[in-house]
């Protein structure tokens, strides 16, 4: 099994920005490649991909929405995934979630990853 708890969120004015953590723990996440994965719900609407990055951090893979404004990053001698998020805006309001797959590419569907975390909150005041 692998646990994944994410931290860092809060509520932030338009234009500032916000870095998230994603903390990995298990024997599990241990021996095997897991590329991981940002996600985001906002009320009423589904589970969207933000961004992904492969194992050894060489790939990354960002929506639309984000690209030029997030970076994706991770640190595996803390098995810590970082999602560092610069002027945001009201419509990035949203509980963040991390995500871990055995993917060799980083992936945007939801349904390419295993594990989750609980999420967190990230809001956006104009």
């Known amino acids: 099994q692998v646990q994944l708890v994410e931290s860092g969120g809060g509520l932030v004015q338009a234009g500032e920005s916000v870095r998230l953590a994603c903390a990995a723990s298990?024997?599990?996440?241990?021996?095997?490649?897991?590329?991981m994965g940002w996600f985001r719900q906002a009320p009423g609407k589904e589970r969207e991909f933000v961004t992904a990055?492969?194992?050894?951090?060489?790939?990354?893979y960002y929506a639309d929405s984000v690209r030029g404004r997030f970076t994706i990053s991770r640190d595996n001698t803390k098995n810590t995934a970082f999602l560092q998020m610069n002027s945001l805006k009201p419509e990035d309001t949203a509980v963040y979630y991390c995500?871990?797959?055995?993917?060799?590419?980083?992936?945007?569907?939801?349904?390419?990853?295993?594990?989750w975390g609980q999420g967190t909150q990230v809001t956006v005041s104009s």
């Open positions: 298990g024997r599990t996440f241990s021996s095997y490649s897991y590329s």
């Open positions: 990055i492969s194992w050894s951090g060489g790939r990354t």
């Open positions: 995500a871990a797959g055995r993917n060799s590419y980083p992936l945007s569907g939801v349904v390419d990853y295993e594990y």
